[in-house]
């Protein structure tokens, strides 16, 4: 209960901040100018077809379900990247903010454990960019909704996954913080993860241009634990555009994305108990 | 306070290890056939297993003396009922020679796979040779050698019989020949389109010879009774594996050829190796140990250079054209410098790839790969 008042503590904190409210601001406007920008001529075609004469274009060569799945796997894979690059940007300076020196001493004072804290933070944090990303889905849900009569379920996977991947690079950031008590270090730390977890995906090409032998069971061994963010957000951006199939779900993926998460946690956990406040 | 650090950088790290076993295995689950065992298992090659004798399928009974022929020298059982097959190819002048464990060879997953390939030609194969000859290529043969004229085979021939000579020929003479030689003339059987005679030997129930010259014979059994020197013994001799030996002479051509082929032809010489001594174990792939004697020692760093520069361009080949499994097979060669200036090389080959080189393209799954050739892997 105490790590939610210290989310929730966190939540206050950063609406108090006007750059977060910018930033959230910008993903929604972002993405509703997108969704306006939308080429939805052959949607709206046809709906005027079957309005018109009771069913759709059949002479044409592009249907609407094969545009909807390309729009749905564009937006899916924007909320996915959007979200976790803003989502760094946005969220980079307030673990420092709140365990600076005055501040963490005031938290440390109330009956609340470490652990609290630390898990409180984090998920204040991942709960502003689950807001930020909800706002973006809906914002395009319903823009998508109102200009074309089309709804589908299919992004909240692309935004689940986005904030699973959000969760995975600010649970190292939040160890960063830690230790650095810096801003710039906190924000190359996450846009360095988030390129890790990216390039993780290419770690069978990036071997190949090492020599067999202990060089090339470095790289492989350093790669290993970085989640696919590649591979989650097309496999999310699949299920947005109705590819939908139980045996695609990368389930060790999604697992070992939370691990990963976990154990940044757990790394930011180790390093804020040895911290002499 | 200091105990809970302790705990959680090890629940941290246990954590990262977890996730990266995750992800691993999501990657053989995506990589399907490409990866097989061959591809994760590291191969082990007959160099790092020593000398490790086949488990043969039918124990070899050693002959305590060779009945009824008491030839000019009197010479001791012999102990080792292999050591014949191997005097009869090793010449003093250093000829190539080839050993195959025949036996042992024929219970593997690869030769089996081979055997079924070709199963009708075998077949026809051994009804032949039992028909003809009275030995069951299944059960009776232990060894089988391989040097310039001569082909020595080892085993088990106490139903040996002479071929039954075409109508109107006189049967088979056999010449008695050292202590316990037989030597056959198989003139009348020869080819007609041949100009030379065929002859075979028998020597005691264990050990058969078979030569166009005669004189290849002859020479053979005085190395087994020891009237001529036998060349230097490899350090890998007896039971080195299943396909071992020693390459020399005209049988380097296509090697020298191979090599030239993929350098600068001024600057090669042809003639640069001078021996090669071959180990070789057949399981699920091919795995050859190779050591490589040059005639110019200097020029061993060069050429070994040369060779990891060939397999790393092939190696980056395989990875773009997407042959994984070509790539993880270079990946695994290995090339070094020996103590005594030569190259150590070992090198395997899928049994997908050896299968379509020896004509079972079927056996293939999926994309078939590219053979180690010039082309696409320079060596």
């Known amino acids: 209960m105490k790590v939610l008042l210290i989310a929730q503590y966190i939540l206050a904190e950063a609406f108090s901040r006007r750059m977060i409210v910018v930033v959230i601001g ?20 046809s709906l005027a077809a079957v309005k018109l004469f009771g069913k759709g274009m059949e002479n044409g060569n592009t249907r609407v379900d094969v545009v909807m799945f390309h729009i749905f796997q564009t937006v899916s894979l924007l909320i996915f990247h959007m979200g976790v690059f803003l989502g760094i940007i946005a969220t980079g300076a307030l673990a420092i903010e709140i365990l600076s020196a005055g501040r963490v001493e005031l938290l440390l004072s109330l009956p609340v454990r470490r652990e609290e804290i630390i898990v409180g933070t984090f998920l204040g944090v991942v709960g502003i960019t689950g807001f930020g990303l909800v706002l973006a889905l809906g914002g395009f849900s319903g823009v998508l909704f109102f200009k074309a009569n089309y709804f589908s379920a299919g992004p909240i996977i692309a935004t689940v996954m986005g904030l699973l991947a959000f969760m995975c690079v600010y ?11 810096s801003v710039p270090l906190t924000l190359t730390s996450g846009f360095v993860i988030y390129l890790m977890c990216n390039l993780s995906s290419t770690r069978e090409s990036i071997m190949s241009v090492f020599p067999p032998g202990w060089k090339r069971s470095i790289v492989d061994y350093f790669f290993r ?51 002499d406040y | 306070m200091k105990r809970n650090q302790v705990l959680y950088t090890l629940l941290a790290l246990f954590l990262l290890g977890f996730a990266g076993y995750l992800t691993s295995r999501h990657d053989e689950k995506k990589g399907g056939n490409e990866k097989d065992a061959f591809q994760n298992a590291p191969i082990k090659f007959p160099r790092q297993q020593g000398h490790q004798p086949r488990q043969l399928q039918y124990q070899i009974k050693v002959p305590k003396e060779t009945p009824g022929k008491k030839g000019p020298t009197q010479r001791k059982p012999e102990t080792d009922m292999r050591a014949p097959l191997e005097k009869a190819v090793n010449a003093a002048d250093g000829n190539p020679f080839l050993f195959v464990e025949f036996n042992g ?32 290529l299944r059960k009776d043969v232990d060894r089988i050698a391989i040097a310039p004229d001569l082909f020595a085979i080892s085993g088990f021939f106490e139903h040996f019989k002479l071929p039954t000579p075409p109508p109107g020929s006189a049967s088979l003479q056999a010449e008695n020949y050292g202590a316990g030689g037989q030597i056959f003339d198989l003139s ?19 050990l058969l010879l078979i030569s166009r010259e005669r004189a290849s014979l002859e020479q053979a059994i005085d190395r087994i009774e020891g009237r001529e020197a036998i060349g230097v013994r490899p350090a890998f001799y007896g039971a080195a594996g299943d396909l071992y ?6 049988w380097l051509a296509p090697l020298q050829t191979l090599l030239a082929h993929n350098v ?52 980056f080949d395989a990875m773009n054209k997407g042959d994984k499994k070509l790539a993880s097979i270079l990946d695994q060669v290995k090339l070094f410098q020996t103590p005594k200036g030569g190259i150590a090389s070992d090198l395997a080959l899928p049994k997908d790839l050896v299968l379509e080189m020896l004509g079972c393209p079927n056996s293939m799954e999926g994309s078939p790969s590219p053979l180690p050739n010039g082309d696409n892997a320079g060596f």
């Open chain 1, 26 to 45: 910008a993903i929604l406007l972002g993405l509703i100018g997108l969704s306006l920008a939308l080429d939805l001529e052959v949607v709206e075609g």
């Open chain 1, 171 to 181: 649970s190292w950031m939040l160890a960063v913080s830690i230790v650095s008590q």
């Open chain 1, 225 to 275: 634990p970085f989640p696919r963010f590649s591979e989650l957000s097309t496999w999310a951006a699949q299920a947005a555009g109705g590819q939908w199939h139980f045996s695609d779900c990368p389930v060790d993926l999604i697992i070992g994305a939370m691990t990963f998460s976990a154990a940044g946690i757990i790394l930011a956990l180790a390093l804020f108990s040895r911290k």
């Open chain 2, 105 to 136: 060879l024929q219970h593997n997953p690869l030769a089996e796979a081979l055997l079924d390939c070709h199963k009708d030609q075998i077949d026809q194969t051994i009804k032949g040779v039992l028909d003809g000859f009275g030995i069951d």
């Open chain 2, 188 to 206: 009348q059987y020869a080819d007609q389109n041949s100009n030379k005679n065929h002859h075979f030997a028998q020597v005691g129930e264990n």
């Open chain 2, 245 to 250: 030996g020693q390459i020399a002479g005209a």
């Open chain 2, 264 to 315: 600068d032809r001024e600057s090669m010489d042809p003639q640069t190796i001078d021996k090669l001594l071959v180990r070789s174990f057949v399981d699920d792939h091919l795995a050859i140990s190779a050591d490589i004697q040059l005639k110019d020692p200097q020029k061993t760093p060069e050429l070994i250079n040369m060779g990891r520069g060939l397999l790393a361009a092939a190696r």
